[in-house]
C-alpha cells in the first residue's frame, strides 16, 4: 500500500475519533453531571477491578489477527483466521467472565468492602464476554482494511451509545451505566458482524490441522502483545486500584475524572494503530527501506498531531471542569496535566509499537518497556505515598514509569533498526507548544486565552507546513 492511501486512512481515521471523542466526552460530562463524585469513583473501581482481571482473556488475539489477516492473498484464509482467533478468544474469556461473576461478592466484600459493587461486577462479568467478540470481529475488518466501514459503524454506534447511556444512568444512577454497557457493546458486534460478513462473502470454518497453523500464526506475536496488554492494563488502573485500598471514593472521583482527559489520547492512538498495524505489516513484508521510509515519516506527523490534542486538553482544562462539570471536581485540577502527559507517553509507545516494533518483529521490545512502566510506577507510587502523597503522588508515579520506558523505547529503535524517532522537527513542535502547556499555570481572562491558543496553534500549523508535516492534517 502506498503512503499516500495510508496517509488518507489515518486522515479519515482522526476525522473519526475527533466526532467519536467529542461525542463521548459530552456523554462522560453528562454522566460525571448527574451523578456524584463517590457514584462517579466508584464506576472508575468497577471498570478498573474489572479491566484488570478482564485483560487476563486479551491473550494478544486482536493484534495477532490483524497482522494475520492484513497478509493474507484469499479472503477464504482470512476467514479461517478469524474464526481461530475468535474460538480461542472464547476458550479464555468465558472461564474468566464465570470467574469474576462468581467472585464478586469476595472482591467487593473482602478486598475493597464495598458491597455496592457487588452487581456491578457481575454485569461487567457478562459484558467481558461481549468485548471479546467485538474485539476479534473489529480486527478482521482491520486486517482486511475495511477502515471506511468501520469508521462508518463508530460514528453510528458513538451517537447510540451516547443517548443509551445518558438514559439509563439518568433512570438508574450508576448502575445503569453497566445496563448501558452490554446493550451498546451487542449492538456494536451485530453491526461489525454483518459488515464482515459482507466483506468476505464467505466464511469457511478452519479445518483442524488449519486451526492449528493459524493459531500458532496469530499466537506467536499474539502471547507477547497479550503480557504487554496486562502490564499496560495494570498500569492504566494502578492508580484507581491502589487508590480504592487507601481513600475514600469521593478521591477515587476526581482521580477518575482526571483520566477522562487522558483517555482520549489512547483512543486516537489506539485508531492510528489499527490502521498502522495492518498497512505497515504488509509494508515490512515486502520491502524494508520502504517501511523505513514511512516509518520515519509517519511517526512525525502522527506524534504532531498527539502533542497537539493533549496542549490543547490541559490548556482548557480547567474551563472544562469549572464551566461544563461543576465545582465540584476543581480538586482535580492538579493532576489533570500529569495524567495528560502519561497518556500522551503511552500513545506515543503504542504508535511506535504498532507501526515499527510489532511489523518488524521486535514486539518483544514492547514487553520490556511496559515490565519498566509497572516497577517504576508501581515504586514510585508506594514511595509518595509513604511520604504523604496523595492522588497527585499516584498521578507522577504513573507519568514517570510510563516516560522513562518510552525513553528506552526509542533507544531500542535506534541500536536495533537505525531509526532516530528523536529529531530537530520534533523538539521544535514541542517547544512551539510548550507555552500553552505552561500558561495553564496562570490565571488569565478566558478572551486572552483563546487569542493566545489561536495565535500559537496558527503558528504551530504554519511550521508543519513549511516542514512538510502538515499534509497529514490536509492543509
Known sequence: MSEKRLVKFQIWSIITQAITISISTVQNLIIVWLLTPAEYGLIGLVLSIGAFIGVYQHLGLVDGAIREISIQKKKREAAKIFWTSLFARLIITVPVSIAVYFLAEVIAMKIYHRPEIIFPLKLFAFALILQGIQGIVGAALSGLHKFFLIYLIQIFDSFFTLGVFVFLV??????????????????????????LWISLQKMPYPKLFEFKKYFKAVFDIGFVLYLSKILYVFWQRMGI?????????????????????????????????????????????????????????????????????????????????????????????????????????????????????????????????????????????????NQGWDIKGVA???????????????????????????????????????????????????????LIYFSLVVIYLFYLQKKKIATFIGL
Open 241 to 385: 486500584l491502589i487508590l480504592g485500598y487507601f481513600v475514600l471514593p469521593m478521591s477515587l472521583g476526581y482521580y477518575n475524572f482526571s483520566l477522562v482527559f487522558g483517555t482520549k489520547l489512547t483512543l486516537l492512538s489506539q485508531a492510528l494503530s489499527e490502521v498502522n498495524l495492518a498497512v505497515m505489516s504488509k509494508t515490512f513484508s515486502e520491502d524494508f527501506k520502504k517501511f523505513k521510509q514511512m516509518s520515519l515519516r509517519n511517526f512525525l506527523k502522527v506524534t504532531s498531531f498527539l502533542w497537539l490534542i493533549a496542549a490543547t486538553l490541559m490548556y482548557f482544562a480547567k474551563e472544562v471542569t469549572i464551566y461544563i462539570v461543576g465545582e465540584k471536581y476543581i480538586p482535580a485540577l492538579p493532576i489533570i496535566n500529569i495524567i495528560i502527559f502519561a497518556f500522551l507517553f503511552y500513545a506515543v509507545l503504542d504508535l511506535i509499537s504498532s507501526s515499527i516494533l510489532v511489523p518488524a518483529k521486535k514486539h518483544y521490545y514492547r514487553l520490556y518497556s511496559f515490565i519498566l512502566v509497572v516497577v517504576i510506577s508501581f515504586a514510585t507510587i508506594l514511595i509518595l505515598l
Open 396 to 450: 507522577l508515579g504513573s507519568m514517570l514509569g510510563i516516560a522513562v520506558a518510552l525513553l528506552y523505547i526509542f533507544y531500542v529503535i535506534f541500536t536495533k533498526l537505525k531509526f532516530n524517532l528523536l529529531s530537530k522537527e520534533l523538539f521544535i513542535i514541542i517547544l512551539i507548544l510548550s507555552p500553552l502547556i505552561l500558561l495553564t499555570y496562570i490565571n488569565l481572562g478566558f478572551v486572552y486565552k483563546i
Open 170 to 195: 439518568w433512570q438508574q444512577r450508576f448502575i445503569g451505566f453497566f445496563y448501558a454497557l452490554i446493550l451498546t457493546t451487542i449492538v456494536m458486534i451485530f453491526a461489525l458482524f454483518i459488515a
